[in-house]
């Protein structure tokens, strides 16, 4: 072989004798071949083969395993972010006519999604009080696809009752689905409750560090796996074979950050719920919380997420406590190694008067308690402070 070749060319390495306890970060977008006949025939090579760097490498195909481990399920996908993951759910499963049922608490652009994305091309939904358990029964007509849950709520903490949903959806033939970010498998096996898909952001726990965007949906049918896989090839759709090598090496810690931040988070919740008004708390391990009995049947734990009601004599303050916190960031997302503070503002469609006002969602990383504790103690005390007396006429 000329200069030019031997460039290109790679001679072959012996791998004898080499194993590593690290996943091999595989890159790749065209696939080679060993025979024309095998380029002819890729299509039949099935759910598992490789057949381009979009559809998987064997680095992401280790992630998807890893999951589907976790899962108790028979097949994963792997999408560029959480909110991927369930609008790739909605788009496989949802025809013009169709209708999918959405929770009141659940992750924002959800309800953006089907409001400007789904609804003009011909797709309804309806949103439910994620408390209505075996009641949602009743919201199923002929046009019901779909049953989208997600517990416990993106920043209102409330735990739906799933094994009541998944019966009444059963009975007439509806699909389920689960976002599951919060707890991760974990804590928490949708698959294990008969729902037919189990998504996550992998952005938050899995990731682990705050440098990666990525989703997965895992089922345990794989009809609807090829259902899944036959979007994302429509719309070419994959991810990073660098970023699932990020997600393999903070799935090995998930485990350990886990326990030590849903153990901090409780013990603040804890404090917290002793010293300001009842109900300003939102965590499910709470005594009163929202499906708190649920979550002490069907979770095995609680992450390191959970929010606080800012009432009005205490917002105006706000800014300038969490500015001037030294160990606390200001962000969104959660699950890493740093602590976050978030601000946000709820509106409910099922109850307008529910959560009105701020909502402080605090995600606890691995930093020390205590230097936590001292960013959280201005705030607190704003909030147990005696409200000013409202002026009279």
């Known amino acids: 072989m000329r200069d030019w070749t031997l460039c290109v060319k790679r001679p072959e390495v012996s791998h004898e004798g080499f194993a590593s306890l690290a996943t091999p970060t595989y890159r790749a977008s065209t696939i080679v071949f060993d025979s024309a006949e095998a380029y002819a025939n890729r299509s039949k090579r099935g759910p598992d083969g490789y057949t381009y ?5 064997p680095t992401s195909r280790t992630l998807e395993a890893s999951i589907t481990a976790l899962e108790k399920g028979l097949r994963t996908v792997l999408v560029p972010s959480g909110q991927a993951a369930i609008t790739v759910v909605f788009l496989s499963v949802l025809m013009p006519g169709d209708t999918v049922l959405i929770p009141d608490s659940a992750y924002p652009p959800v309800a953006g999604f089907c409001e400007n994305y789904l609804k003009p091309r011909g797709i309804a939904y309806r949103v439910y009080d994620p408390m209505i358990g075996s009641g949602i029964a009743n919201l199923i007509d002929e046009t019901v696809k779909l049953i989208w849950t997600e517990s416990p709520g993106s920043t209102t903490m409330e735990v739906q009752d799933i094994p009541a949903i998944v019966a009444a959806a059963k009975c007439r033939g509806v699909l389920t689905g689960c976002d599951n970010t919060w707890a991760t498998p974990l804590y928490f096996k949708p698959l294990a409750y008969d729902m037919d898909f189990s998504s996550m952001a992998l952005t938050k726990y899995v990731g682990g560090h705050s440098d990666l965007l990525m989703g997965s949906i895992a089922v345990k049918d794989i009809a609807l796996h090829k259902k899944l896989k036959d979007t994302m090839r429509m719309i070419g759709m994959g991810v990073s074979p660098d970023d699932c090598a990020l997600a393999l090496r903070g799935m090995e810690t998930m485990g350990v950050r886990l326990a030590h931040s849903g153990r901090v988070a409780l013990n603040f919740a804890q404090k917290i719920a ?33 929010s606080l009601i800012i009432p009005p004599h205490a917002e105006a303050a706000l800014p300038d406590h969490l500015t001037a916190g030294k160990t606390f960031s200001i962000g969104a997302s959660w699950g890493g190694t740093h602590s976050l503070l978030a601000p946000m503002t709820i509106t409910r469609v099922t109850n307008p008067e529910a959560h009105k006002g701020t909502i402080l969602r605090i995600n606890v990383g691995l930093e020390d308690e205590n230097d936590l504790w001292a960013d959280l103690e201005p705030i607190i005390e704003a909030i147990a402070a005696t409200p000013p007396m409202a002026k009279t006429a």
Do not use: W
């Open 53 to 57: 760097g979009l559809h998987g490498t």
């Open 274 to 306: 002793e010293r300001v008004q009842p109900g300003l708390v939102l965590h499910p391990a709470l005594p009163g919380a929202a499906g708190h009995e649920v979550f002490q049947r069907d979770f095995a734990g609680a992450s390191g997420v959970f």
